[in-house]
């Protein structure tokens, strides 16, 4: 019943870096109305959902410069040019972030960003049995600290708005999705 | 722990209708060094959990120009300046939108959409009891259709991937927290 749009013209507006934008102009099959849309085209991200051996969740705090707020997330972060995959790169960010490595290292969903404004897609990475092997390294824009949190804990805590990270959030519902139950008891 | 970040100076990138971009240098309290962020400003927004009297939830399917592809989510959008509150944002997208109307509207959570690169904030509206009074009013730029899901037919969908925005994900665990138990049986 939703029908394909028409694509009239696309034109590069700029590049800044975190995204390169687009816009393009399009019919809407339903009226014939064109309508011009914005787009940012960015690298695909990766949400890390690392339980320890202990059945604590891995968490990380910093301060966020979209929200200008600190914010207690999961580990993740950007794809490098680098990573041969998902996978790899959320083993890669929860290394170099918090020191840990751990088994049974899987993509348990994925969902885009924002398909409304964005190109990109956010991969939710589970890793079981995590221990800190490593040195955290840190990039020089980065500064963050490690928390463990009960897993018994994280469900009261997401009510209570602990986690402010809307892409945080939907990796924490994949991994209730993946256990089929939620995280309680 | 976690200290802020002593700002350098901000300047504006552009204004792109559903963003404007803003580029702020800041010193890592970490190290000292000197980082550019660029972040997006955009209006607040609001997703909609929309369940009817025969507990069912409302779901809209429309063509993302961001994804490319179309997309199940749950009625939602930007908020409008002549918005008095999320929560009325959220009825009057739900009515546009769908037509539908209901009961015991409240917030349930809120989040910020991105707060790596984006300043905005995504409000979870829950309204029950929702039963269609009006006509659909659609956009100009818009073309979706309604959909009804089984309550319990949501977690099983979400499971096998069938709600791909990220920010819909987040809202339907927004549900779960605020029900206090997952969306089975």
Redesign the interface.
Known sequence: ?????DILDTRE??D????R?QA?R?V????G?E?E????HAPDWVNVVAITADRELIVV???????????TEIPGGVMDPTDNSPLEAGLRELREETGYAGENARII???????????TT?FTVLVENCRKFHDVE?D??????THLIPLDDV?RL??E?R?????V??A???Y???R???LTG
Chains 1, 2 share one sequence.
Not at 16 to 19: A, K, N, S
Not at 61 to 71: D, K, L, N, P, V
Not at 109 to 119: L, V
């Open positions: 019943m939703i029908r394909p749009w507006l700029a800044y870096r975190i995204f934008l393009t399009k809407n099959p339903r009226n109305h309508h849309f914005i787009v940012a705090e910093q301060f966020r410069h979209g929200s200008e707020s600190i914010q969903g994925k969902a885009f960003s924002n398909p409304a404004i964005m190109h956010t840190l020089q824009g980065e500064d963050l600290v469900r997401a009510s708005g986690f402010g990270h809307s892409l959030l939907a924490l519902y994949h209730e999705l993946d089929g139950a939620p």
